[in-house]
């Protein structure tokens, strides 16, 4: 049965090879036999730009590759983390790159998917600087500077949101309802997928008067985390990183 996999919140680094191991592990194994791998953001724990040609980046880059080259494709959303990624690195990896919010034809199903960072309209702070963050100018800006320079604003600025993460309480950083409401509302769709908030779940709820569902996908901080798709089925499952890098 035609299948598709969901993936967000990977947060890759070099220095957490137990997390690149795992999604190695899967994109060399079952990825290779979906019809689409969807990436909705937060792929890298920081994208300093597309230059940043690191080996590490490079070796990520050429793993999807493998996989876009058997035929599979996949789609990636800009998340919080890695909003800098351009064209460059999607040729690399084999990505088609698609706007924030986006509606797809998912087995007969329009299905939104966004990261959905944009949904937590509470964290005020945290959307103005995304509104910034997401414009034309500020983007171009940053990418003028030195890679040393834009390193270390990144350092900077994970070193700022732990600490400001610890003064939040669970419902600011979670999504504001209405507005998941609004925004389904709004695109006319009963199915939402989403990543962003490290909340793994299945949500039922009512939109325009029908029944709807958010399915929100998890991080890869503690083990791999899937939505997979069918026709008449979803699925979220955790893969241990233990039984992925044996």
């Known amino acids: 049965m035609p299948f598709t996999y969901f993936i967000a919140d990977l947060h890759l680094s070099a220095e957490r090879s137990d997390i690149s191991q795992c999604l190695f592990q899967f994109l060399d194994s079952d990825a290779l036999q979906a019809d689409a791998l969807y990436v909705l953001g937060d792929l890298f724990e920081a994208w300093i730009g597309d230059d940043d040609q690191t080996p590490f980046n490079q070796q990520v880059a050429s793993a999807f590759k493998r996989v876009a080259d058997a035929g599979v494709s996949i789609f990636f959303i800009h998340g919080n983390r890695d909003f800098l990624i351009r064209e460059r690195f999607a040729k690399q990896a084999g990505f088609t790159l698609l706007p924030e919010q986006v509606v797809i034809d998912l087995y007969g199903t329009p299905t939104l998917i966004t990261h959905g960072d944009e949904l937590c309209t509470q964290d005020v702070a945290y959307q103005k600087f995304r509104k910034k963050a997401r414009g034309w100018w500020w983007p171009r800006l940053v990418l003028r500077l030195p890679l040393s320079t834009r390193r270390k604003i990144?350092?900077?600025?994970?070193?700022?949101?732990?600490?400001?993460?610890?003064?939040?309480?669970?419902?600011?950083?979670?999504?504001?309802?209405?507005?998941?409401?609004?925004?389904?509302?709004?695109?006319?769709?009963?199915?939402?997928?989403?990543?962003?908030?490290?909340?793994?779940?299945?949500?039922?709820?009512?939109?325009?008067?029908?029944?709807?569902?958010?399915?929100?996908?998890?991080?890869?901080?503690?083990?791999?985390?899937?939505l997979t798709v069918t026709k008449d089925n979803v699925s979220l499952t955790e893969h241990p990183f233990f039984q992925l890098t044996k």
Do not use: C
């Open 154 to 226: 990144a350092e900077n600025g994970r070193a700022a949101s732990k600490e400001n993460q610890k003064q939040l309480t669970t419902d600011i950083m979670d999504v504001t309802p209405q507005e998941v409401i609004d925004t389904m509302s709004r695109f006319n769709v009963t199915r939402l997928i989403h990543g962003h908030t490290h909340r793994p779940a299945i949500h039922d709820l009512t939109v325009n008067g029908q029944s709807a569902q958010r399915i929100v996908l998890g991080d890869w901080y503690d083990q791999g985390s899937i």
